[in-house]
């Protein structure tokens, strides 16, 4: 017999109107995803998963301004950022007050912070072409490193990304142009690539 | 087609293909021109890189902790909601006190809504954010918009030359 599966947005009006199970389903069939934008966006560190949890408490405090009309994860990704964007300023917040220093674009401080609270399955995920590849990615301004998590490992279309991030599609084609040309550029001494042409 | 039209290129192409005009000049391009065609390879061994970074499994406990702070944050009444026969109801009969306090409170709303709002209309947001809330409650969704403006602001200024940018790779496909 065919399983009835129902969807996302059938789910979270049913969470609008108190539906606790449905929230249930609805946090089962995403969690995956949004603890794979928080990992990839804030990096290594024990509490992705906290920060992960804190999303979905958010989506559900937010419950009665869901609209039929947005499509779930599109609303979903607006929170999972302003999510990430809080614990970012919090984290920065944390390492000032301890005194670790961090600069402008140099973000070895912060790598190296999180790499000393690395979970022995973490430590084995991260092998040296995912650090690199990490360092990259952090390297990159607020607004472009989200664009290009959503495109490069969600798969979200520029309408998409454009709509979880309050911006126009020029923007969000600009954001994933410019993340493009600096990683080529922050990967080329690992790559061996040789410098731009440019 | 030059070089540096070509380079300019080169990322909108990896990213979405382009236009059909834009592709067939670029390849052109590319097919007589050694330095270009190393550009792309790099553009697109740094963009592969990044599948190296792979995010953990999410524990097995994920679902449950979350539902146990929604049924948390729903008992301390953060948010008055309509009475359901669901599982925060049963935990009311443990905390009797807090349980009259919702109570009081749910008459209060109920009230304020019943005289306030035009017939045929749910309550609404003001009327609940008035009530009072505990330190701790969930954010609002008030508390969410006003942060994004915040942050968008914040990129507004971080993306101005990003869109001169890309006015600068339109023009040079209108130029094709
Ligand atoms: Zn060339």
Redesign the interface.
């Known amino acids: 017999m065919a399983r009835l599966v129902i969807d996302d947005s059938e789910l979270m009006l049913r969470v609008r109107?108190?539906d606790?199970a449905a929230?249930?389903v609805l946090?089962?069939r995403h969690?995956?995803r949004v603890?794979?934008v928080?990992?990839?966006y804030l990096g290594p560190g024990a509490d992705?998963?906290d920060i992960?949890?804190e999303v979905?408490?958010?989506v559900?405090?937010?419950r009665?301004?869901y609209v039929a009309s947005a499509k779930f994860t599109t609303w979903l990704y607006?929170?999972c950022r302003?999510t990430c964007?809080?614990e970012q300023a919090r984290r920065k917040t944390r390492r000032a007050l301890e005194g670790i220093p961090m600069g402008g674009t140099d973000h070895s401080a912060e790598v190296a912070a999180d790499a000393q609270t690395l979970?022995p399955?973490?430590a084995v995920?991260l092998?040296e072409?995912?650090i690199?590849?990490?360092r990259?990615?952090d390297s990159l301004?607020?607004?472009q490193r989200m664009a290009?998590i959503l495109?490069?490992?969600e798969g979200s279309t520029?309408e998409e990304i454009a709509e979880a991030?309050?911006?126009s599609v020029?923007?969000v084609?600009?954001?994933?142009?410019?993340a493009?040309?600096t990683?080529?550029r922050?990967?080329?001494e690992?790559?061996e690539?040789?410098e731009?042409?440019? | 087609m030059n070089c540096r039209r070509a380079l300019k290129a080169l990322p909108e192409i990896l990213d979405d293909g382009g236009s059909d005009a834009l592709r067939a000049a670029v390849e052109e391009h590319l097919h007589g021109c050694p330095a270009c065609r190393r550009e792309r390879e790099a553009l697109s061994r740094s963009w592969e890189l990044l599948d190296a970074v792979r995010a953990p499994a999410a524990g097995p406990q994920f679902t449950a902790a979350v539902m146990t702070r929604v049924r948390a944050s729903d008992t301390r009444g953060a948010l008055p909601r309509r009475a359901t026969a669901g599982p925060g109801i049963r935990s009311w009969w443990l905390a009797p006190a807090g349980a009259m306090a919702l109570v009081a409170l749910l008459v209060v709303s109920a009230l304020v809504t019943w005289t306030h709002r035009p017939p045929g209309r749910p309550p609404t947001p003001a009327v609940v954010a008035a009530l009072p809330s505990e330190p701790g409650r969930m954010p609002t969704d008030e508390d969410i918009i006003r942060d994004l403006d915040v942050y968008e602001q914040l990129d507004v200024l971080d993306n101005l030359w990003l869109l001169a940018d890309l006015e600068v790779l339109e023009d040079s496909e209108v130029e094709l």
């Open positions: 109107s108190g606790h929230f249930g946090v089962d969690k995956q603890l794979n928080v990992y990839r992705a998963e992960a949890q979905f408490i958010r559900y405090g937010a009665r301004s607006t929170i302003n964007l809080k979970s399955l973490e995920l092998d072409h995912a690199v590849a990490k990259a990615i301004p607020e607004a290009l495109r490069k490992y520029y991030m309050h911006c020029r923007a084609k600009s954001l994933l142009y410019r493009r040309v990683l080529r922050e990967l080329a690992y790559l690539l040789g731009p042409s440019e």
